[in-house]
């Protein structure tokens, strides 16, 4: 296994600096519909840069702690944009939930895009 220790670092630094996200929760209607790729279209997940996070830790997006667990994601999206898919466990429940990063300060959403697009690991 890589050390990836500094590149998580540098991307947790990254993601502080551009302030809180806006929430997209996947509705139940979503969930169901028989189109949700609409909710991910364009999404390029960086896995090698998935961490998961105890209950209690709210991670580096700052959503508040939850009970159970969670796992965050970090996507670069092709329009440009910078994406965490946050999945929740607890109690034999999940909830997962999209959240959407601002362009501004932009040379730190340019950094932060670049580490993403960086790390991603094609076959």
């Known amino acids: 296994m890589v050390d990836n220790s500094h590149i998580l670092s540098a991307m947790h630094a990254l993601f502080e600096a551009l302030g809180p996200p806006t929430s997209r929760p996947l509705s139940p209607s979503e969930r169901t519909d028989m189109h949700p790729e609409r909710f991910y279209e364009g999404f390029h997940p960086v ?3 998935m961490e998961t996070f105890g209950p209690g830790d709210a991670g580096y997006t ?5 009970r159970g667990g969670h796992s965050s ?3 670069f999206v092709e329009n440009g944009g ?10 034999g429940d999940m909830t997962i939930e999209r959240l959407d990063y601002g362009i501004t300060p932009a040379p730190v959403f340019k950094a932060l895009y670049a580490l993403l697009e960086g790390a991603e690991v094609r076959d």
């Open 47 to 49: 896995f090698e840069l």
């Open 62 to 66: 700052h959503q508040f702690p939850r």
């Open 73 to 75: 994601l970090p996507v």
């Open 82 to 91: 910078i994406v965490v898919i946050e999945t929740y466990f607890h109690k």
